[in-house]
């Protein structure tokens, strides 16, 4: 921990867990927040003890400071998959794209379904990640969907969910079960809803794209059945149910209904679900391959509308590099998955210029809210807690270039696309990392 005091001056504070909003500055002394003043003359730092020393300015002017991001669904790949991503690489691309804690999902190699996977990948957080870093275990031995795992060793382990994300639980009453067991430990049972027989091994979204390419496609039924399912679960055993990854105009209605009965209910989106359609695998693009796969006009709409409304709790990446010899195979033998972590806020933002969300929304869905649901203490700006902040240039611009992205993986169908909007400082427990490229 840096034993230095620093102050980020005149930026626009949001932290929606203490309702702050406004121009101030944010004292960090010794890698923990030690005090946020607002111009209007509740507190002034330079009559603060701290202040009086020589610290170190960050000047912040027309930038908005938030608590770091939080991303509650990537895949780190390691142990096993070290040629996609490593936790080193994984972490760096994570701080350079505003995240200072990210979630990661089990299915390394061996699968994160024991203590002992949990507490190696701690461990080597610990020595080689430069952001925290929260496992979160299989929910099923193997993913097989076959046995439950063992939830209590590992949450002891450190797991703050559980999850057999790249694989539905095809079973209900294994999927019942787990949801009851979770209930113990309070966790969220993180759920990838596809129908393996309605998705058929299809490789892309069932439609007019998927006749013209000649591909296989995915009806989003496919989804909508595994979501409408889940939600009957959560609704008959009480346990807590987070959707990942929702891609459909009828999983957010399915969500936003179960919410208004009380029905223990979260869900995230990612923003390639938001900002490109099927059209992006046109030329057999398969850097859009993902899955669940990128749907049509009317789902981002929904979907947008579900942020919007709060149905959609969290926007997380679903980081998921591969290796580009990976991706460079024919489009229906390709992995799916989409590099996020460094693409993520950029595409975000543009919700909050096109008024979509506010930037207290953005905070709520990148910062707040995936705290709630994993329960990892982060997410906000108070006194006391880790100094994990990020400072953005809402107005930086950029050109995706997936060369130079620090993580491994290199498949972004954005690349080559402006963005706009930057994470230029990123700060974890007082380390400051400025953004690269
Ligand atoms: O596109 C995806 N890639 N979706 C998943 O659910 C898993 C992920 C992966 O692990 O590559």
Not at 45 to 72: C, F, H, Q, W
Not at 89 to 115: I, L
Not at 200 to 213: C, F, I, R, T, W
Not at 271 to 285: C, E, L, Q, R, S
Request: charged residues 25%; neutral net charge; hydrophobic residues 35%.
């Amino acid at each position: 921990m840096p034993n230095s005091a620093f102050i980020i001056k005149n930026g626009f504070i949001i932290d929606p867990s203490q309702n702050i909003e406004g121009v101030g500055d944010l004292l960090v002394e010794n890698g923990k927040i030690a005090g946020i003043y607002f111009k209007n003359g509740k507190k002034d730092p330079k009559k603060n003890g701290a202040a009086n020393k020589e610290i170190k300015t960050i000047d912040a002017s027309g930038r908005y400071v938030l608590p770091g991001l939080i991303d509650m669904h990537v895949h780190l790949r390691e142990p096993g998959f070290e040629h996609k991503e490593n936790i080193n690489t994984g972490t760096r691309a994570a701080v350079n794209g505003g995240f200072t804690s990210v979630c990661c999902m089990p299915n390394t190699d061996p699968v994160n379904d024991n203590a002992t996977v949990t507490s190696y990948i701690i461990k080597k957080a610990r020595e080689q990640g430069i952001c925290n870093v929260y496992p979160i275990g299989a929910i099923t031995k193997a993913q097989k969907g076959e046995e439950l795992a063992e939830f209590g060793m590992m949450r002891e382990a450190g797991c703050i969910g559980f999850s057999d994300d790249g694989h539905p639980v095809t079973n209900s009453l294994m999927m019942r079960r787990a949801l009851e067991y979770s209930k113990i430990f309070d966790s969220p049972i993180i759920s990838h809803c596809e129908d393996l027989l309605l998705a058929d091994s299809g490789v892309m979204n069932e439609g007019a794209v998927s006749s013209m390419l000649g591909l296989k496609g995915i009806p989003s039924g496919a989804e909508d059945i595994m979501v409408a399912r889940d939600i009957l679960l959560a609704k008959l055993t009480g346990g807590r149910l987070h959707i990942a990854h929702v891609s459909t105009k009828c999983s957010v209605a399915l969500i936003r209904r179960a919410k208004e009965q009380g029905i223990r209910v979260t869900a995230e989106t990612c923003p390639h679900y938001f900002t490109i359609t099927d059209k992006a695998v046109i030329g057999y693009n398969t850097s859009a391959k993902v899955n669940p796969p990128l749907r049509t006009e009317e789902d981002i709409e929904a979907i947008k509308e579900g942020l919007r409304d709060g149905t959609i709790d969290v926007i997380a990446t679903d980081h998921a590099p591969h290796h580009k010899d990976e991706k460079l195979q024919e489009f229906d033998k390709a992995p799916s998955g989409i590099s996020g972590l460094e693409t993520a806020l950029g595409l975000s933002l543009a919700l909050v210029r096109n008024g979509v969300i506010s930037m207290k929304q953005l905070a709520e869905k990148m910062c707040l809210n995936p705290s709630l649901i994993t329960g990892v203490r982060a997410g906000n700006l108070k006194q006391g807690s880790d100094a994990d902040i990020v400072i953005i240039d809402q107005d930086a611009e950029f050109t995706v270039d997936a060369d130079k992205l620090l993580s491994k993986g290199k498949n972004t169908p954005f690349c080559g696309v402006k963005l706009k909007g930057l994470p230029v400082i990123t700060i974890v427990k007082g380390n400051i990392y400025e953004r690269q490229h």
